[in-house]
Every structure is written in C-alpha cells, then in structure tokens.
C-alpha cells in the first residue's frame, strides 16, 4: 500500500523557515511535487521533481526562496522554504506520481497524494 506522509508544517514569523519531508513507502515513483491550497484557493504546484535527476519546476512565487530535495536512502522529499510571507500559508501537499512528469501535468496524473501538512506565516 502506498503512503505518503508529510511533516514539518506548522506556525512562523514572516521571514522565517521551515522544512516540510514527505516519506515515501510501498512504491516506485519517477516525479514526486509539493502542491499547496490556500483558504478560498485552488490548489497549486509549488515545485515538481524528478526522483532520479532533480527538481524540474518551481513557482514563480517560490523562485529562488523554496528549494526542493530528496533523499533516495529514506525515500523521503524535502521543501526547504526559506523567507517565508503570509502568503505561503497553506495546507501543503505531497504528491508522487509513477511517470515522469516534466511538463505542467493536470493534477490527476498524480497518483498518489499525501494528508496535507499546515503551514501558517504570520506577518
């Protein structure tokens, strides 16, 4: 059974940091992304990346503040997001799909999806 399972939301000043890990189990998955949805928004991708070559796609409200890793060994996606604004508060979601997706893919071609983690900057 596939899970996804993120971690590292929570509460921050603006200008602040936090990292978000999302811990992959019971499968293989060739991209894996971070979406977000702010209250009364749609959901949005954030940053998209290819497991075996890297990161493919940031927002452009993100650019150059969120950087987004991987660790093979754990299985386990990272957004560093650094800078933080109020704007950024959102319900933060993980999303791993089975090919590799390097163009703006709908959001059903992701196959699996997270719970969704809490992130909220205060200004």
């Known amino acids: 059974q596939v899970q996804l399972v993120e971690s590292g939301g929570g509460l921050v000043q603006a200008g602040g940091s936090l990292i978000l890990s999302c811990a992959a189990s019971?499968?293989?998955?060739?991209?894996m992304a971070w979406f977000r949805q702010a209250p009364g928004k749609e959901r949005e991708l954030v940053a998209r990346?290819?497991?075996?070559?890297?990161?493919?796609y940031y927002a452009d409200a993100v650019k150059g503040r969120f950087t987004t890793t991987r660790d093979s060994d754990k299985n386990t996606l990272f957004l560093q997001m650094n800078s933080l604004k109020p704007e950024d508060t959102a319900v933060y979601y993980c999303?791993?799909?089975?090919?590799?997706?390097?163009?703006?893919?709908?959001?059903?071609?992701?196959?699996?999806w997270g719970q969704g983690t809490q992130v909220t900057v205060s200004s």
């Open positions: 999303a791993a799909a089975r090919r590799g997706i390097i163009e703006m893919a709908p959001q059903k071609d992701y196959d699996y």
């Open positions: 019971g499968g293989t998955f060739r991209t």
């Open positions: 990346l290819i497991w075996l070559s890297g990161p493919t």
